[in-house]
């Protein structure tokens, strides 16, 4: 039995929620550009979730702009889909079975543009939502009277002539729009692109005016782990309890935010916000980019070289170690939260790192220490050299669990052997890649400068890091003591004995 709107009175499973009737009757509220795993977990699901709580009644419409591949698996289902929600809150183990019916229809942008431009005349359709990836978001000098225009900013643009045109450009049809791509300041970002491309475009002025004053471009950060298609395994075994068949069956964590940028116009339009604390919507979302990118970004940046040598494989593995766990702990809670360089409270923090912890151990994600080490020198200038920096305005007393991190960092960029253009380094007895764009340097200098001021070459790159590091007090020093334990002793060795030392 395939999951659709005529099979829901048959499922069995008694663990899942299911729609009800009246939802599949409520009008169409957004546009949502993007078809994938991401959008499905979090946006989607938050209006889902106010749709059954009666807060938002209306559904979404969804625009595919790849090529490849059709529609199929969602007209086969209805657009339904189960999210399956699994993982640990407030210290507890958590799971939660849902069959979302947000999605109304999905649309091909190369075969339905015609019907996708129809929406753009719809007095409901107020909400754009978008997931093209970062590539996404680039500009693309283009016509767009095209069928469709190839960028989705091009893509955008032709909805919204069509709506100042449906509308005789009144004020109350600008829409409220919401990229969700992983680029800081996407919302304006999208909306400079799209000015220039409407100039490109010379669309008149009457236009730009509407463009620039009706609509709101909302920068957002999203944050949830939603990972690619499940594996056969873990469909199989769900179809199996279920009673019947998903091809969209979507795996997520607990934890959720979608911070948006907006006043209370875009409150009012955003509506679904009401049904979950994990949409906030707020004049400045910075903190929540500061708080993620600190605490769980940089705590992940600098225990991924650490647990890699110590021989754990994925994020659950190391936390499942005492010794490894209480590093983590101590690294975010203790010296990370207390240099955040932007103003934020230790309830903040402490709420947070609570959060970031319970992500940490959920048993259902399998991260991979080596996948977190790509860009693992650009991640460390862009999320801990801040962060060390305000460390040391505020005290000279070494942070040894950062210390321990960067020694840990450059004892894994040690290259033994290039191929092909690729790197690669050695650890408990075997070969891992390196993939760094600074591979090339670390690989040059490996033969050019004695072992012994390796740490200093490296710490003192101002290139490198935007400053040079060793003249932080005690800093070098740290660092060098546990390279040398790292290197001669093991990296849970190097932990062991900063526990001691504490």
């Known amino acids: 039995m395939i999951l659709s709107k005529s099979t829901l009175k048959d499922i069995p499973y008694l663990e899942v929620i299911v729609p009800e009737e009246s939802i599949f009757n409520l009008p169409e509220k957004v546009l949502q550009f993007g078809t994938g795993v991401l959008l499905r977990g979090l946006p989607d699901y938050f209006i889902d979730k106010a749709n059954r709580q009666g807060l938002f ?71 754009i939502i978008s997931n093209t990836t970062e590539v996404g978001i680039q500009l693309v000098k283009e016509s767009i009277e095209a069928s469709p225009p190839t960028s989705f900013p091009g893509k955008l643009l032709a909805f919204l002539v069509e709506r100042f045109k449906a509308f005789n450009g009144s004020e109350a049809s600008g829409m409220v729009i919401v990229p969700t791509e992983l680029i800081v300041g996407n919302g304006d970002k999208l909306k400079a692109i799209v000015l220039e491309l409407a100039a490109f475009n010379q669309l008149d002025a009457a236009f730009i005016n509407w463009l620039e004053k009706s609509n709101s471009f909302c920068n957002s950060l999203v944050d949830r782990i939603v990972p690619g298609k499940p594996d056969a395994e873990t469909v199989a075994a769900y179809q199996e309890k279920a009673g019947y068949e998903d091809q969209l069956l979507t795996i997520s964590e607990v934890y959720r935010l979608w911070a948006i940028q907006g006043d209370e116009k875009v409150k009012s339009v955003l509506s679904f916000a009401e049904a979950d604390p994990g949409v906030i919507i707020a004049a400045n979302i910075e903190i929540y980019r500061e708080l993620k990118l600190r605490m769980l970004n940089g705590t992940h940046t600098l225990s991924c070289g650490l647990a890699f040598l110590a021989g754990f494989d994925t994020v659950k593995e190391a936390m499942d170690n005492a010794l490894f766990s209480g590093f983590v702990s101590g690294l975010m ?30 048993p259902h994600i399998k991260h991979q220490w080596i996948a977190i080490t790509v860009q693992y020198s650009a991640k460390l200038k862009m ?120």
Not at 110 to 126: D, F, Q, R, V
């Open 383 to 502: 999320r801990v050299v801040p962060v060390l920096l305000n460390h040391y305005q505020k005290s000279e007393k070494v942070p040894a669990r950062i210390a321990l991190g960067f020694a840990a960092y450059l004892r894994f960029i040690q290259i033994e052997k290039e191929q092909g253009g690729k790197y690669f380094g050695e650890a408990n007895g075997e070969s891992y890649p390196i993939n760094d764009d600074l591979a090339h340097y670390f690989y040059g200098i490996k033969n050019s400068i004695p072992a012994d001021i390796f740490t200093y070459t490296i710490l003192n790159n101002t290139e490198l890091w935007g400053t040079d590091l060793t003249l932080l007090p005690g800093f070098l020093s740290a660092v060098q003591q546990f390279y040398t334990v790292i290197a001669s002793e093991g990296a849970l060795k190097a932990i062991d004995g900063l526990s001691t030392a504490k």
């Open 57 to 127: 009644n209306g559904r979404v419409v969804v625009v595919k702009s790849t090529t490849t591949g059709g529609a199929s698996e969602f007209d086969e289902q209805d657009s339904l889909y189960t999210l399956c929600i699994k993982g640990i809150e407030n210290g507890q183990k958590t799971e939660e079975n849902i069959i979302c019916s947000a999605i109304s229809r999905v649309l091909t942008a190369g075969s339905g543009w015609h019907e996708i431009l129809k929406c753009a005349h719809n007095p409901e359709m107020k909400i």
């Open 333 to 362: 809670k203790e010296e990370i939260a207390s240099a955040i360089p932007y103003k934020v409270s230790k309830q903040q923090t402490d709420e947070f790192a609570a959060q970031v912890l319970d992500r940490f151990r959920n």
